[in-house]
């Protein structure tokens, strides 16, 4: 299921698609950036997965984070570096929102 949400939100083999949630998250994030997306972040790892259908096999699932996956490792990497808890709107937080079928963080 993450695997279809991850594509239906407009992260697709072959690129962004227009009028998505990817689109308006490349956007955002580009805006925030000055201009780019940088390499590592939501949109940048949503469109690699959309692009590889791999998002299940990262560990990224319907009903969460798998322990032990390249998912699980990402969510603690990125709580150690901000105290101790995955922020919303982080890589990993927005990755499983829609991996979930959420919007990720696009507000």
Known sequence: MSNKNVRKAGFTSSGIKKGSIASSMMSKEAKAAGGGVRSGGPTATLQGMGAKGSANSSGFTKSGISS??????????????HGGGTPKGSTTATVQSISMGGKGSTD
């Open 68 to 81: 032990e996956s390249k998912a699980s490792q990402m969510m603690s990497k990125e709580a150690k570096s």
